[in-house]
T-cell receptor
Framework: GNSVTQMEGPVTLSEEAFLTINCTYT??????LFWYVQYPGEGLQLLLKATKADDKGSNKGFEATYRKETTSFHLEKGSVQVSDSAVYFC??????????FGSGTRLSIRP | AAGVIQSPRHLIKEKRETATLKCYPIPRHDTVYWYQQGPGQDPQFLISFYEKMQSDKGSIPDRFSAQQFSDYHSELNMSSLELGDSALYFC?????????????FGAGSRLTVL
């Protein structure tokens, strides 16, 4: 079945460091891929998405490229801020009906 | 912009009681999804509805039921509550069932079972 595997956390970085959170997926067909972010005490917010191979999603300085050959959708940001501290979920949707989430990666940024 | 509205935001119940959570999707969104997120866990899909009909079912216990009404709002009914039902319950909505459509999530309803 479809699944998402993402880098385990927690990840702790200093402000302005480079961020990579790895995400790989298993799916039949051509899924859409997403990164959602969950700030403390809040719901899930869409960060970015890509709907086909080689698409790059970007938002708030975060980027992820849909790589079909490696079945990956790694999240990157060149310079993180304290306000980026949150839990990040990689997710896929390959059919009508639902999104499947990865296990989440907690990111903490030190000032 | 209007978002997905969930109520109540917090709910405390005793074991074996019942609880009802409500979800009001974004206007014109006809698809609603329910997810359960335990402490430190990823959201687990429970059930979804499209045009008032169940469209998919995930790991929803038999003690739980849900429906979508004519105004597209949805309710999740939970009976014979157990301690393990304590979780954050998210509702999300989207415009139709296309896999490329983004799900917009509500802020969640936190259920605590004592």
């Amino acid at each position: 079945g479809n699944s998402v595997t993402q880098m385990e956390g927690p990840v702790t970085l200093s402000e302005e460091a480079f961020l990579t959170i790895n995400c790989t997926y298993t799916a039949t067909g051509y899924p859409s891929l997403f990164w959602y972010v969950q700030y403390p005490g809040e719901g899930l917010q869409l960060l970015l998405k890509a709907t086909k191979a080689d698409d790059k999603g970007s938002n708030k300085g975060f980027e992820a490229t849909y790589r079909k050959e490696t079945t990956s959708f790694h999240l990157e940001k060149g310079s993180v801020q304290v306000s980026d501290s949150a839990v990040y979920f990689c997710a896929l949707s390959s059919s009508a009906s639902k999104i499947i989430f990865g296990s989440g990666t907690r990111l903490s940024i030190r000032p | 912009a209007a978002g997905v509205i969930q109520s109540p935001r917090h709910l405390i119940k005793e074991k074996r009681e019942t609880a009802t959570l409500k979800c009001y999707p974004i206007p014109r969104h006809d698809t609603v999804y329910w997810y359960q997120q335990g402490p430190g866990q990823d959201p687990q899909f429970l059930i979804s509805f499209y045009e008032k009909m169940q469209s998919d079912k995930g790991s929803i216990p038999d003690r739980f039921s849900a429906q979508q009404f004519s105004d597209y709002h949805s309710e999740l009914n939970m009976s014979s509550l157990e301690l393990g039902d304590s979780a954050l319950y998210f509702c999300a909505s989207s415009l139709d069932l296309s896999g490329a459509n983004v799900l917009t999530f509500g802020a969640g309803s936190r259920l605590t079972v004592l």
